[in-house]
Nanobody
Framework: EVQLVESGGGLVQPGGSLRLSCAASGFTFHDYTMSWVRQAPGKGLEWVALIYSGGGVSYTDSVKGRFTASRDNDKNALYLQINSLEPEDTAVYFC??????????RGQGTQVTVSS
């Protein structure tokens, strides 16, 4: 059974940073391209980053230069370092073993709230 468990979210002031983690199990992690997606209040899922099995990364334009996605295939883990947070980054962040909508399977998400 595929399991994806996100952690690391929280309440942070504008300009702050967080590091999100995703623990993966139930499948051969290093074989899969993974994604980070997010869902802001009242909106649909938005793709954030794609992390290829070999470690290459692609980002949506709105997070380029502020977000850094990475993976550790030895630990079956995915990471998202998010810097210079803006109120518009407030969302539930999910990791997904998927490269397109509907972004399934994905974890339960971790809440990031950016507010002063």
């Amino acid at each position: 059974e595929v399991q994806l468990v996100e952690s690391g979210g929280g309440l942070v002031q504008p300009g702050g940073s967080l590091r999100l983690s995703c623990a993966a199990s139930g499948f051969t992690f290093h074989d899969y391209t993974m994604s980070w997606v997010r869902q802001a209040p009242g909106k649909g899922l938005e793709w954030v980053a794609l992390i290829y099995s070999g470690g290459g990364v692609s980002y949506t334009d709105s997070v380029k230069g502020r977000f850094t996605a990475s993976r550790d295939n030895d630990k079956n883990a995915l990471y998202l370092q998010i810097n210079s947070l803006e109120p518009e980054d407030t969302a539930v962040y999910f990791c997904a073993r998927a490269v397109r909508f509907p972004w399934l399977p994905r974890g339960q998400g971790t809440q990031v709230t950016v507010s002063s």
